[in-house]
């Protein structure tokens, strides 16, 4: 089974300019979490979304928006980059309940300029 | 508060030794405690998760234990190894109240490096 892919890998930008990161899921898994890591304050939760609809959101402003696709791909964007923004971005899939066991994606690398 | 802290930020040991990293978690009410192994750049992998009613699980050299009552889990990795070089990241899962959906909460990490 092939596991959670996210596109691309590495991505700059500069503040002020928006970006959209992509999460394709492990093939059945219907749940999709995404994560901002920062050296810093590490491993932070932003939204996850099960069957196209956002069921539980972090504590991050309005900037970060998600959705899900019928074939359960995600993706993410951020509009107005901060460089409080350079981060990891991190997905993981789920089969259903995303605080029982998931699989994470090897993340995008974010740096705004 | 819910939180979970881990110990010690930093570890750094020689190849072939063993070692124990530390999570305390102040949630309630839990679900299930899971350790992730996370390389420099890379997304976390899981070595372990363990519910309430276990307190032993292992994964070849890692062995999580879980106390429940006291609210303390430790990882231990024998015979580290060069590769063992990473942090190591625990996570609980709690549910709300009210609500049937967990909720995860990550300590900070501790990074290993491991030194021929």
């Known amino acids: 089974k092939a596991g959670v892919t996210q596109t691309p890998r590495y991505l700059i930008k500069t503040r002020g300019q928006q970006v959209t990161l992509s999460c394709s899921p492990i093939?059945?898994?219907?749940?999709v979490s995404w994560y901002q890591q920062t050296p810093g304050q590490g491993l932070q939760f932003l939204f996850e979304?099960?069957?196209?609809?956002?069921?539980n959101k972090g504590n991050f402003p309005g900037r970060f928006s998600g959705r899900q696709f019928s074939n359960s791909r995600s993706e993410m964007n951020v509009s107005t980059l901060e460089l409080g923004d350079s981060a990891l971005y991190l997905c993981?899939?789920?089969?259903?309940?995303?605080?029982?066991?998931?699989?994470f994606g090897p993340g995008t690398r974010l740096t705004v300029t | 508060k819910n939180q979970v802290e881990q110990s010690p930020q930093s570890l750094i040991i020689l190849e072939g030794k063993n070692c124990t990293l530390q999570?305390?978690?102040?949630?309630?009410?839990?679900?299930?405690l899971r350790w992730y192994k996370q390389d420099t750049g890379r997304g976390p992998v899981s070595l372990t998760i363990?519910?309430?009613?276990?307190n032993t699980k292992s994964n070849g050299r890692y062995t999580a234990t879980l106390d429940a009552d006291t609210k303390q889990s430790s990882l231990h990795i024998t015979a580290s190894q060069l590769s063992d070089s990473a942090s190591y990241i625990c996570?609980?899962?709690?549910?709300?109240?009210?609500?049937?959906?967990?909720?995860?909460?990550f300590g900070r990490g501790t990074q290993l490096t491991v030194w021929p």
């Open positions: 993981a899939s789920s089969a259903t309940d995303y605080s029982y066991e998931q699989y």
């Open positions: 093939s059945g898994h219907r749940s």
């Open positions: 979304y099960f069957s196209e609809t956002q069921r």
């Open positions: 999570c305390n978690y102040t949630v309630s009410p839990f679900s299930n």
């Open positions: 363990m519910t309430f009613s276990e």
């Open positions: 996570v609980v899962s709690g549910v709300e109240g009210g609500s049937t959906l967990g909720r995860l909460y």
